[in-house]
């Protein structure tokens, strides 16, 4: 679009000319297109007059030019942004709220349950991925645990939900699996998202592009980087791209006040989506 700019500057520079140079003998035909520097002729006299009368007429040709140019490349480029979100996707975005049902997951300073917000930010994450043409599919929808019927205890119960999510991954084609939880710590200072990953190289750039996203997004001043994980049977066992993101710490008052709100789960959602567009911007096989 700088070319397009350029141009229109140089044809309106042009047209500048022949409509109010009225002298052929100035330093505009002799010099071309481009006045000197100064706007002193080599011939001197008339040409210094002429530059001094007119130059904001150019100057308002040149801005109107550059104006009318950025309208037409931004809309150009969000035609183009908005057709490649609406389009539809070859893949599934698996969405895992943690926890659910018996299992609440940890509970906040303010005695909050994590499987809870869990849902809600999984559950605007899944409209707004919707809204941006993913097709999407959710491990749970509501507060349940979704172990076969023949567990019986707590761990058997506990056991069953998570190999049944593993098994609802592993069978959606061309998946990829965003796994949604919330941190907690005994010192309630640490706060900031943080995303983690089994080492894997898709999974690696997937969770750093949430990481990134998350940062900028929510707080500039989250240095933390996304972790390899070894120990989440979840992103162990599935077959495809994979992140677990701890939206924040539900033991630092501040972070688990925000993350109650709509705004800030809102906020959550769109640095999702986005970390999954740069991710996806980097892996033209997937998208
Ligand atoms: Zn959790």
């Not at 481009?34 to 080599?42: I, S, T, W």
């Not at 609802?168 to 010192?187: G, M, W």
């Not at 066992?237 to 925000?258: D, K, T």
């Not at 906020?267 to 991710?279: E, H, R």
């Amino acid at each position: 679009m700088i070319h397009i700019s350029f141009l229109l500057e140089t044809v309106i520079f042009d047209v500048f000319k022949l409509i109010l140079c009225k002298c052929p003998e100035t330093c505009y035909n002799k010099h071309g297109i481009n006045p000197p520097a100064d706007g002193v002729c080599l011939d001197g006299g008339m040409e210094m007059w002429f530059i001094k009368r007119y130059a904001w007429v150019y100057l308002l040709a040149v801005l109107g030019a550059w104006a009318f140019s950025s309208l037409l490349s931004g809309g150009v480029r969000l035609a183009a942004q908005v057709a490649a979100m609406t389009e539809p996707k070859p893949m599934t975005i698996v969405l895992d709220p943690g926890h659910g049902g018996a299992d609440g997951g940890a509970v906040s300073c303010s005695g909050a349950l994590e499987s809870e917000l869990n849902l809600e930010i999984s559950l605007r994450l899944n409209d707004l991925l919707h809204l941006a043409g993913y097709r999407t599919r959710m491990t749970r929808s509501t507060d349940v645990s979704i172990h076969s019927p023949e567990a019986q205890t707590v761990s058997e119960r506990k056991i069953s939900d998570l190999r049944n999510r593993v098994a609802l991954v592993n069978e959606t084609d061309h998946a990829l699996l965003i796994s949604i939880h919330q941190n907690f710590f005994e010192q309630p200072k640490y706060h900031g998202a943080q995303v983690f990953y089994a080492p894997e190289r898709s999974s690696e750039e997937l969770a750093e592009a949430m990481q990134a996203a998350l940062s900028s997004c929510l707080d500039p001043n989250n240095h933390r980087a996304a972790k390899p994980d070894r120990t989440v049977y979840l992103l162990q066992n599935v077959h495809c791209p994979a992140a677990l993101i701890e939206c924040g710490f539900l033991s630092n008052p501040p972070e688990e006040q925000r993350l109650h709100t709509a705004q800030y789960q809102k906020q959550i959602a769109c640095a999702v989506l986005s970390g999954l567009c740069d991710y996806l911007a980097e892996r033209t096989d997937l998208s």
